[in-house]
């Protein structure tokens, strides 16, 4: 699943304290057992991933706080069983222009 923002309390912390997610969201994931992956952003310094109850968070926030493009993309690998996310620097050459292009 794909939003524009976090669900609360999960890649949400603002700077300036307390969390920002959306907790409607959250509890509409929690009504969606079979969902294994949710990839969101617009909370800049929430960049990263989570994992919870068999489920992969993904803030794919590019920008930080200053909108600079700073932060490196997250390649998750949607396998059988669980998703594993693939630190863009551990990719062979052959492998990142399969994912759609170099990484930063």
Known sequence: M?????????????PIGGHVGCAALKARIAR???LRLHVFGHIHCGYGVSGLAWKTYVNAAICNE???????PIVVDLGEERCRVVAPERLTRLERIQWGGTFV
């Open 32 to 34: 969606l057992p079979q």
């Open 66 to 72: 200053e909108y600079k493009p700073l932060n490196p």
């Open 2 to 14: 794909i939003t524009r923002g976090p669900p609360y309390n999960i890649l949400d912390d603002a």
